[in-house]
C-alpha cells in the first residue's frame, strides 16, 4: 500500500502536467496573439502551436486581422450654409500590426467614431446643402484618406468608408420633396409638349404627302384625259381628212367648199338676230346650188346621200332667202 507522502508526489506532479499543459496555446487562422514577457512586450504569435511559460508569459491581447466593419450612429453636422444635418458613416477597417493596435491607442474603435465624426464635420463645413447629398463619392474618399493618415500610428488600415444615411432637417425635407414633386410635373409637361410637337409634326407631314399624292393624281388625269382627247382630235382630223381625200377623189372641191360656207349660213339664221348680212360672193348660192345639183346629178362618180345633200342644200337655200326677204 502506498504511503501517504507517495500520494501527495503523484497528486502534485499530476497537477504540475496539467498545468504545464495548459500553457500550450494554439494560434488559429487569421488571429495573432500579443505575448508579454514580465509585464513587457515580448513576440506576436503567429498561426501554430505555442508555449507560455509559467509565471512569466502571458497572452495579452488577442487581435483579429480579417476585415472589420463599424456602423456609428449618426452625427450632426452643419452645412456651409448653416443647415444642421444627421450622418451616419459606415467604416471598413483592418487590422495590419498587431502590436501598434495593443499599445498604439486606448479603445481603438471609439478612437475611430471621434476621428470620424470630427472629420465628417469637417467636411461638411466646406460644402453647402445641395453639395453634400450630391457629394457622397467626394466625401467618403475624403474621409478614407483623412482616417487611414490617423489611424495609420495605431497599426489600423482604411479600406473604405461609406456615408450610410443623410438626414435633413424636416422643413428641408419638405421643400425637396414639393422640388422632387414640381420636377416632375415638369419633365411630364415637357413630355407632353414634345409628344403633341411630334404629333403636329406627323399630321402635317402625313397632309402634305396626302396633299402632293392628290396632285400627282389629278396631274395623272389631267395627262390622261388630254391623250384621251388628243387621240380623238386626231381620230376625227384623219376622219375629216379621209372624207376630204374621197370628196376630191370625186372631183367636187369647189362644191364642197361652198356646201359647208352654206352650212355654216344655216347656222347664223338659226339665231335670234332679226339682221342678217350675207356675203356677195355666198348671194348666187341659190343658182348654185340649183346647178350644182342638175350636174351632180348626171355625174355617175358621186354617191346617191351626195346627191341628196345637194337637193337638200337647194331647197333650204329656197326656204332661208324667202324667209329673209
Given amino acids: 500500500m502506498p504511503t501517504i507522502g507517495v500520494i501527495l508526489i503523484i497528486a502534485v506532479v499530476v497537477i504540475i502536467l496539467i498545468y504545464l499543459a495548459t500553457r500550450f496555446t494554439i494560434v488559429t487562422q487569421a488571429n495573432r496573439f500579443i505575448v508579454e514577457r514580465l509585464g513587457g512586450y515580448y513576440t506576436t504569435w503567429d498561426v501554430g502551436i505555442h508555449f507560455l511559460l509559467p509565471f512569466i508569459d502571458r497572452v495579452k491581447l488577442k487581435v483579429s486581422i480579417k476585415e472589420q466593419v463599424v456602423d456609428f450612429d449618426p452625427q450632426p453636422v452643419i452645412t456651409k450654409d448653416n443647415v444642421t444635418m444627421q450622418i451616419d458613416t459606415v467604416v471598413f477597417f483592418q487590422i495590419t500590426d498587431p502590436k501598434l493596435y495593443t499599445y498604439g491607442v486606448n479603445y481603438p474603435i471609439k478612437a475611430i467614431e471621434n476621428i470620424t465624426a470630427t472629420t465628417l464635420r469637417n467636411i461638411i463645413g466646406d460644402l453647402e446643402l445641395d453639395e453634400s447629398l450630391t457629394s457622397r463619392d467626394y466625401i467618403n474618399e475624403r474621409m478614407r484618406t483623412i482616417l487611414d493618415e490617423a489611424t495609420d500610428p495605431w497599426g489600423i488600415k482604411i479600406n473604405r468608408v461609406e456615408v450610410k ?41 402625313g397632309e402634305k404627302e396626302a396633299r402632293i399624292l392628290r396632285a400627282d393624281g389629278e396631274r395623272q388625269t389631267r395627262i390622261l384625259e388630254a391623250e384621251g382627247q388628243a387621240e380623238a382630235i386626231l381620230k376625227v382630223q384623219k376622219a375629216t381628212a379621209k372624207g376630204i381625200e374621197l370628196i376630191k377623189a370625186a372631183g367636187a372641191d369647189e ?60 331647197k333650204g337655200t329656197k326656204a332661208s332667202k324667202g324667209s329673209k326677204d
Fill in 255 to 314: 362644191a364642197f367648199l361652198r356646201l359647208e360656207a352654206y352650212k355654216a349660213m344655216e347656222k347664223v339664221a338659226e339665231g335670234q338676230a332679226t339682221k342678217l348680212i350675207i356675203p356677195s360672193d355666198m348671194q348666187g348660192m341659190v343658182g348654185l346650188a340649183s346647178t350644182l345639183s342638175e350636174a351632180f346629178k348626171s355625174t355617175p362618180q358621186l354617191s346617191k346621200a351626195t346627191k341628196e345633200s345637194l337637193d337638200e342644200v337647194t
Fill in 165 to 205: 444615411n443623410i438626414i435633413p432637417p424636416k422643413d428641408i425635407r419638405e421643400a425637396m420633396e414639393k422640388q422632387m414633386r414640381a420636377e416632375r410635373e415638369k419633365r411630364q409637361s415637357i413630355l407632353i409638349a414634345e409628344g403633341n410637337k411630334r404629333s403636329s409634326i406627323l399630321n402635317a407631314e
